[in-house]
């Protein structure tokens, strides 16, 4: 079992920067791929950005440029750097791990963080 535990959002305005952190336990996070998603209301949960166990990430079109997922195994953490954030990137933000593969799609993935609000106003 791994526990994820995601922190650093907040309100902040559009241009802004904001780094997220996923903090996990219970297993070594150097052995998942981390995928890192988000909803907003009324609308599906979206794949953001993830990192394979050997560091290659992607990104989705939208923040590709903006967004930068990395992982600093010896924290047992991965993190999301947003920078210039737009009021389209409001939503609240998920980090989520799985064995294998990194994937884009998010019932792919069995552990989950609780979550962590990102609101950019303009």
């Known amino acids: 079992q791994v526990q994820l535990v995601e922190s650093g959002g907040g309100l902040v305005q559009a241009g802004d920067s904001l780094r997220l952190s996923c903090a996990a336990s219970?297993?070594?996070?150097?052995?998942?791929?981390v995928g890192w998603f988000r909803q907003a209301p009324g609308k599906e949960r979206e794949f953001v950005g993830g990192?394979?166990?050997?560091?290659?990430?992607t990104y989705r079109d939208s923040v590709k440029g903006r967004f930068t997922v990395s992982r600093d195994n010896a924290k047992n953490t991965g993190y999301l750097q947003m920078n210039s954030l737009k009021p389209e990137d409001t939503a609240v933000y998920y980090c989520?791990?799985?064995?294998?593969?990194?994937?884009?799609?998010?019932?792919?993935?069995?552990?989950w963080g609780q979550g962590t609000q990102v609101t950019v106003s303009s």
């Open positions: 990192i394979t166990v050997n560091g290659i990430s």
């Open positions: 219970g297993r070594p996070l150097g052995n998942y791929a």
């Open positions: 989520a791990a799985k064995f294998g593969l990194m994937e884009t799609t998010s019932n792919e993935y069995r552990y």
